[in-house]
């Protein structure tokens, strides 16, 4: 169904002629990707019982949040043209399509359970919910991170069983 | 020449280095498990550096982030280290040849020097942690890592290569 639109994307040729841009996106990408990890997992690692164990949750939650927004805005800024100029290879790529889906997922949870539980008193939640929270999401953007770095390396019909592509 | 010699011996001679030259998965995992690992290791550092600069995770202090993450670095950089090594060890003519892999070794080794001397700065109080020079260090480590990463991903293109193989 979105076939023509992602043809239309790639039609656009965003990088022109150039051979820098391609990379030149794609290293910008990497370091929003750094980023945006380190102040999910350190907010993590806070709800699982380690790292900034001295502060309240609701500190460190508190202090890395414009970082994960700053970093995932560059994310989505640099990850847009950087589809748009292989768009017909991902859209055919079932991987990209799953990475996709784990990231919205990923976004939506972020909003919701995971901030209501990062920003929250330690009273209301307790360790054990705080534990599964914290757990669920360094799976979820870890596996982001290694389903975007899989896309153009193994065979695309991987995950075909999965997304039907 | 002496260490082209050594890259050589490596390729004819270390085991599992066909398998993971011509495997459609061993070389991809590992390259992806080295990816999340780097997120892990240099999301929680550049945190850490961007807290020594002052402008990240305010409420908490240097000494702090530095006492409760230093094990967590420690972790992911062995990790990082283990999955880099056996991407060497499986293609060693390849990396050999590649100009972007060496400046990224010799980054590599300017950031541990870095390292070192933000523990000389700092190793005496816990005060030291908030100083001008310590700030100064972490920019330099925030500059030196974001190379590291920046160089790791151009080793992947053609560029300022030479064939050995």
Redesign the interface.
Known sequence: MLEPFFKWMEGLAVYGASIYMG?AV??VH??A??????????VD?RLLG??????PRS??A???YP?TIGSFLMLVVTGVPALMATATAQYGNSIFWVKMYLLGIGVIYLFTLRRTVAYSDERRFGAGTAQVVGFASIVI??SV??LA??IM???GNTFAWLVGN | MMLLDIARWMDANLPGGPYLRES??GF?IL???H??F???F??????MD?RLVGI?????RAF??QR??FS?YVVGFVLLSVTGLLLVWAQPLRYYGKTFFWWKMGLMVLAGLNAGWIHSITHRSEEAWDSGRAKFAGGVSLVLW?AV??LG??VA?EWYTTDYF
């Open positions: 990379p794609n290293i990497l370091v990707m750094v980023i945006f990890l380190g102040s999910i997992l350190l690692l380690a790292g900034l164990t001295h502060q500190v460190v508190r202090d890395a970082w953007w870890l991170a290694a770095r899989l390396m193994i065979p | 459609t998965y991809s390259l992806t498990l990816v999340v780097m997120c892990i240099l999301g929680l550092l550049v945190m961007l990240a995770n305010l409420r908490t702090d982030i409760r993450l967590w974001l990463l920046t991903r151009l293109y």
